[in-house]
């Protein structure tokens, strides 16, 4: 597959952009690819600027759920647009977007936005360090939350991608107040928290980790984490900027049935523009100001144009058979992947829930960070490369999630398995 001009213009952005990218994991350097340059996008397919032609399993990192260019999406959005783009005051659709969260997700009573899922988290933190008075944080190893200073300790995604220790410019003093546990282990978290309970300020997780590829929560340490937030008076954040509308309406906490005290969105309430929002207990949230004085403010947010995109992706969400038809579809790519590895006589392990699914190297159960290391990256190299320059476009690193959208449709999937059935083979099983 030629990639003549994404090449040129990747020469030209190493020149004046770090690393060529806007987001360290566009980048590609971890499987020694250089990146395709997309024109444009269209359901689950994707155009680079020599014309190459993708199936899209990126989904721009999440938010596409219901594919590129929704129909419905578009119409809403270029509806907004001549009616301005910014006014830096509130809005109609700010109310309409809060309370199709609250609807959605009825723990949130009250919610912010913001622009991005690290302004979520950060926001959340600040929120729950201000209002417990407290200020240790717990985290679990490879989960990512954005790159907020006190969360960048052992994260996921390009954090994990490439290997970086301790992230250069995060103060010693405030790294030191993140403990960071394994994911699933509900005696690493008992152990901890008998020793620090009555100093943590929260606890924030994926309830599903996507960043370190996808891992499947247990359901007895999302209770344990529950329980031990109310009898240490640790605040429970659930960051759902991924699980958030991708598995139910309601997220991960709705599929599993636990209440968090605050949770963090984006990625697909966003609908594809830039934003991130955090809530939960109004008695939580009015320690926000201007109605409490804990401080967080943002020019642009709730910008009409993210809310009317965001609300038309909600809208579709809540009504339709979306999630149904996203089960279907998800178990037939991934079973079929399955088929093909072990046609191949290549090891793999797929973790999946709903239409967010992770495919590892390896032999062994993946249920935390440590075991999802285990994954061969040298394999997963030789399979992203001949995987792209067959069409199918994946996250260019071994931990993460791979999207399935409402516009996958069989023949993309049943392509896709053909591919990776050719791919496997060449890894030499
Ligand atoms: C993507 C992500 C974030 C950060 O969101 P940005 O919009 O990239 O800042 C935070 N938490 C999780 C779980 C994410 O996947």
């Given amino acids: 597959m030629e990639r003549t001009k994404s090449k040129a213009i990747f020469g ?49 990192w999440g938010p596409m759920i219901l594919g590129h260019g929704h129909p419905e999406v578009l119409k809403t959005l270029s509806e907004a647009i001549p009616a301005g783009t910014s006014f830096g005051a509130p809005t109609e659709l700010e109310v309409e977007m809060a309370e199709s969260i609250r609807q959605l997700v009825p723990s949130i009573e009250m919610v912010r936005m913001v622009n991005s899922g690290t302004e979520a988290t950060m926001s959340a933190i600040r ?36 290997a970086i220790p301790g992230c250069p410019g995060v103060p010693r003093e405030l790294a030191g107040h993140t403990l960071s546990l394994p994911f699933n282990d509900a005696e690493a978290l008992r152990g901890a928290m008998e020793k620090y309970g009555q100093e943590v300020a929260a606890i924030i997780l994926e309830p ?26 640790a605040l429970l954040i659930f960051d759902e900027v991924i699980s958030g509308f991708r598995v139910r309406p309601g997220g991960a906490q709705e599929l599993y049935g636990i209440e968090p005290d605050l949770t963090c969105l984006g990625k697909i309430i966003g609908g594809g523009l830039p934003v991130g929002a955090y809530g939960g207990k109004r008695e939580i949230m009015e320690n926000m100001a201007p109605e409490g004085n804990i401080y967080q403010a943002g020019t642009l947010s709730g910008n009409p144009l993210a809310m009317a995109a965001g609300l038309a992706t909600l809208r579709i969400l809540r009504e339709g058979r979306v999630y149904e038809e996203l089960e279907r579809k998800s178990e037939r790519l991934f079973s079929g992947l399955a088929g093909a590895a072990e046609s191949a006589g290549v090891q793999v392990v797929i973790n999946r829930v709903g239409s967010m699914g992770t495919l590892f190297f390896t032999g062994h159960p993946v249920t935390d960070f440590e075991s999802a290391s285990a994954s061969n990256r040298e394999l997963f190299r030789g399979f992203y490369s001949s995987m792209l320059d067959s069409g199918i476009y994946l996250a260019p690193s071994p931990f993460e999630a791979w999207f399935v959208s409402a516009a996958h449709e069989e023949e993309h999937i049943q392509r896709t398995i053909e591919c990776a059935k050719k791919c496997f083979a060449s890894l030499g099983g």
């Fill in 12 to 60: 030209r952005a190493l020149d004046v952009i770090p690393g060529g990218v806007n987001s360290p994991v566009r980048a590609g350097k971890a499987v020694g690819v250089d990146p395709p340059f997309i024109k444009s996008a269209k359901g689950c397919t994707l155009w680079d600027v020599d014309g190459n032609q993708y199936i899209d399993y990126v989904c721009s």
């Fill in 127 to 162: 929120l729950a360090r201000g209002a417990t008075g407290r200020e240790k944080l717990v985290k679990f190893e490879g989960c990512y939350h954005g790159h907020v200073d006190s969360l960048l300790v052992s994260a996921g995604s390009g954090v994990a991608t490439f």
């Fill in 208 to 233: 599903i980790p996507g960043n370190m590829g996808v891992i499947v929560p247990r359901p007895e340490f999302l209770k344990e984490l529950r329980e031990i937030c109310n009898h240490t008076g």
